[in-house]
């Protein structure tokens, strides 16, 4: 027997332009808006970059990743360069204001995961990985 | 878990999805494939063939050309089977759509949605 929503699903199927799909796309977007996950992550990325001191210590571990980064590529780092990135990114991770937004990223990564295959379930494509990292 | 209202949300909107013309003929074409007898021969010999020799190749045993060939050839016919062709069309088109959605929902939110669920545990 047939659920409901096997019925709802096989009496949708043709009707949807692709126009009407974003739109449902774009209500979506407004319900994950108004979750506790993306409204912390919000909160934490707003303190993030309202807090100076978080901010060097991200720009001092940037910049000197960046200018070691063909080292890195290459496998080539030295003993010293490594253990001077390690405290650097330590640094930056003792940072209360990094830190809560890394925890806020975490969750939110969770709760897209579990959103994402819900999608992927109703749809039979992954829609995480058609949209991987750098597809946007 | 995720809440009700999300989930509610989440299976609305995926539904409408599945109904688009992209997603749509996806499944179309997924429904053929499955029901096409020559398109399910070829492909379960494939996988059959392309498994036979990964398991020699990883017991160490050599492969021949012959069964390289054969293999080739196999391919080949998968690629010229109309049904199997539509069903990889198919597949493309409803994937290349994907990040257009992703885009949509992605710009409202301020972070790539689709990267940071796929991003997760990697």
Do not use: H
């Not at chain 2, 009700?4 to 429904?31: H, Y």
């Not at chain 2, 990883?58 to 049904?83: F, K, S």
Request: aromatic share 6%; charged share 25%; net charge negative.
């Amino acid at each position: 027997m047939e659920t409901m929503w096997q019925i709802q699903e096989r009496v949708m199927e043709p009707v949807v332009s692709q126009e009407e799909a974003l739109q449902a796309a774009r209500e979506l977007a407004a319900v994950l808006a108004e979750t506790p996950e993306y409204q912390a992550f919000d909160q934490a990325q707003l303190q993030l970059r309202r807090d100076p001191t978080a901010q060097e210590a991200i720009r001092a571990f940037q910049e000197r990743q960046q200018s070691l980064q063909m080292m890195i590529m290459l496998g080539a780092l030295s003993e010293a360069d490594r253990q001077e990135l390690q405290r650097l990114q330590r640094e930056m991770l003792a940072q209360p204001a990094v830190r809560a937004y890394v925890e806020a990223q975490e969750r939110l990564g969770l709760f897209c995961q579990e959103t994402a295959g819900l999608i992927s379930e109703v749809i039979g494509l992954s829609f995480a990985a058609s949209c991987g990292p750098g597809c946007c | 878990m995720l809440n009700p209202t999300v989930e509610a949300a989440a299976r609305e909107f995926a539904l409408k999805l599945r109904a688009s013309p992209p997603i749509a003929a996806f499944w179309q074409a997924k429904e053929r494939l499955e029901a096409d007898e020559e398109a399910q021969r070829l492909l379960a010999e494939l996988q059959q063939r392309q498994q036979a020799l990964m398991l020699k190749q990883q017991d160490g045993r050599g492969i021949t050309q012959e069964e390289i060939d054969a293999l080739r050839r196999l391919q080949g016919e998968a690629q010229r089977n109309p049904v199997i062709m539509a069903y990889v069309q198919a597949q493309r088109y409803a994937q290349a759509f994907l990040p257009e959605v992703n885009m949509e929902i992605s710009q409202l939110l301020g972070f790539d949605f689709g990267g940071l669920a796929g991003a997760v545990g990697s």
